[in-house]
């Protein structure tokens, strides 16, 4: 049984199928829904933006409130409460950093944009096999 499950989200439809599959299936454990904004970079991303920031932790934690409002108000239909975090990174590499402490990840199959996983790459198939813990891929 799994008792601590993470579940990465961004604001796609298939992260909240993610999380939707954890809500129904695993409605007894403690799920935290992460979100990781992305560090800025040269490839030209969203995250770059963060460079303009006076403070990148908070518009870190501003980028991330859709989706944590959006996420507790789909563990409020399932009368789960959640638990959200938010980091900055690379967000396959956060996930499987994150993921040691829990039983489980379960993420959507893929959020962004084509662009986005033409450039960096599918994290989902990232977690999947860097995860040190078993990986619910969810569709």
Avoid: C
């Avoid at 199928?17 to 799920?31: C, D, K, S, T, V």
């Avoid at 963060?50 to 944590?68: C, G, T």
């Avoid at 900055?88 to 499987?96: K, S």
């Amino acid at each position: 049984m799994l008792s601590r499950i993470l579940v990465p989200m961004d604001n796609s439809e298939m992260a909240e199928e993610a999380l939707g599959y954890a809500l129904e299936n695993h409605n007894n454990a403690e799920i935290t829904v992460l979100n990781v904004v992305g560090r800025p970079s040269p490839w030209g991303t969203e995250a770059t933006s963060l460079a303009l920031e006076d403070d990148i932790e908070e518009a870190a934690e501003e980028r991330a409130k859709n989706v944590f409002n959006d996420a507790q108000e789909l563990a409020s239909k399932y009368d789960v409460e959640i638990t959200t975090e938010v980091q900055l990174g690379h967000p396959a590499r956060a996930i499987v950093n994150r993921a040691d402490d829990f039983d489980a990840v379960v993420i959507g199959t893929h959020g962004g944009s084509l662009v986005d996983r033409l450039v960096i790459g599918n994290v989902a198939q990232k977690v999947f096999r860097n995860s040190p813990v078993p990986v619910i891929v969810a569709r």
